[in-house]
């Protein structure tokens, strides 16, 4: 990751934390703040990023970046079991594909 691009994730990943903190925010219930606990770069233009709640309580989310276009910029969500259980076949299928079309290269 390109220290352009790792400091646009940094300044994002603080801008989230201030956005779920609002504790007029639908869903926070608990009031809670967040804090960036810690991001874990996953490859040159995705991150797992760890925010630790006041309650104690950590949430994981999954940042990546687009680097084209009118939606350029890093993305995020915060992954359900079901949303990991389909990347886990989804990395079959990436795969398959990359296997599928390497002979195409030549």
Known sequence: MNKGIATELQDFCDTIAER??????VGNVNNE???VEEIIPTSDHSACVNF??????VAVAFFY???KGRSKGWKYFFPTDSHVNGFQAFLYYKLEAERRNYSKNF
């Open 20 to 25: 779920y903190s609002n504790v007029k925010r």
């Open 65 to 67: 970046y687009i680097n």
């Open 33 to 35: 703040t967040f804090l």
């Open 52 to 57: 630790v709640k006041t309650g104690g309580k």
